[in-house]
């Protein structure tokens, strides 16, 4: 008979899925693109779903960068696209590929990757997972950092209420002496559900703890992380986590983050702070920045070959423009149309979240996203 009063371990519990579920996941953390300089890219892939899964990775990198190498190597370099295959990932199990590009050396300029996991059935890939990146070369910079996707849009970052938050925070040993340990504390907001809370990547072993004060902290033990100046490359490290906001939040509500970095028993670096202002309908924020509040609706959302683009009446009998950015910024398609009804045909547009923006010559402007199958 096991006691109650001793903590036992070495058990193994057999976890059986209900039904077959094919899922991955993918995310991209990056260092700062700074000029002329090598920079690592990790790329984490899991197998969210029930079953075991074969397939591949691809990462598509920006033109302007240079590849350089990769942990795993590349099982295939094509253009300007790098693939890994994998084989047997487990469900809750995950992979990480590291890869080195030398930046471009003009500061200013825009970066595009994009990481895509991908199952393979019989010779056949299906994109199950894909995520975005979009850099700025800088050749100035704070090494220790903190960001959030999506960022949001204008000033107040409106974001909506259904998106899942994912923060990257970068830290950089700029001392003079390696680093034996590396803790991040971060504080989460009240807005934010603690159960949805998971790692989805990091640039070495870390254990987490989440306090009961809402504090997380990611702890880097004997991570012998060297300073900058013996190993510029090697003296930077990430976590990256994402979580969904709770479900009784009162909306708008503005989410703040902010992390503080220790290496070793030197007093914490702090990050910048990122904020979102949640919001049931990214329309919704848009009047308070200056914006009028006419309605645009796209119906279905998701949908997979063609939607309905319904207008109020504030459009009435104007002649509307509608342009549609893909995740990267990138003008993908534009149209003109006089009425408050428009069938809008997916074409030769990917799977994935587009940004709209629906204006007239009278003023009216609305923006939104949509999501192709």
Not at 326 to 333: D, H, M
Request: aromatic share 12%.
């Amino acid at each position: 008979m096991l006691s109650d009063t001793v903590n036992q371990s070495g058990f193994d519990f057999g976890i059986s899925g209900l039904s077959a579920n094919n899922a991955l996941a993918v995310n991209i953390a990056g260092g700062i693109a700074r000029c002329s300089f090598p920079v690592n890219y990790w790329i984490t892939y899991e197998n969210t779903g029930t079953t075991i899964l074969d397939g591949r990775v691809q990462f598509i990198i920006d033109s302007a960068t240079t590849f350089v190498s990769s942990i795993p190597g590349p099982d295939l370099i094509s253009g300007d696209t790098l693939y890994y295959n994998f084989n047997n990932l487990y469900p809750f199990t995950s992979g990480q590929i590291s890869v080195t590009l030398i930046m471009p050396s003009q500061t200013g300029d825009t970066l595009h990757f994009a990481a895509l996991a991908q199952f393979d059935s019989t010779g056949n890939y299906y994109t199950l997972g894909e995520n975005p990146l979009v850099q700025i070369v800088t050749c100035s910079y704070d090494p220790n950092d903190k960001t959030v996707a999506p960022e949001g849009f204008l000033g107040d970052h409106y974001t909506l209420f259904s998106d899942t938050l994912l923060y990257t925070i970068r830290f950089q040993n700029t001392g003079n002496d390696t680093a034996f340990t590396v803790v991040l504390r971060d504080t989460l907001d009240a807005a934010l559900d603690i159960s949805s809370f998971h790692i989805t990547g990091s640039s070495h072993e870390v254990t987490t703890t989440i306090y009961p004060n809402r504090v997380a902290e990611f702890r880097f033990e004997n991570i012998l992380l060297p300073d900058s100046g013996i190993d510029q490359l090697g003296s930077n490290g990430f976590v990256q986590y994402r979580i969904r906001p709770m479900n009784t939040v009162i909306l708008p509500v503005v989410v703040n983050n902010t992390a503080y970095i220790y290496f070793d028993y030197n007093q914490p670096v702090q990050t910048n702070t990122v904020s979102n202002t949640l919001v049931t309908d990214i329309y919704v924020g848009i009047p308070h920045a200056g914006y009028p509040n006419e309605k645009v609706m796209i119906v279905p959302n998701p949908f997979t070959n063609e939607a309905k683009i319904i207008l109020s009446d504030a459009f009435k009998g104007t002649e509307k423009y509608l342009r549609v950015m893909n995740v990267w910024g990138e003008l993908v398609l534009e149209k003109t149309f006089s009425t408050t009804s428009e069938i809008m045909n997916r074409g030769k547009l990917t799977p994935g979240i587009y940004f709209f923006e629906v204006a007239d010559n009278t003023g009216n402007r609305s923006v939104g996203k949509f999501i192709i199958q």
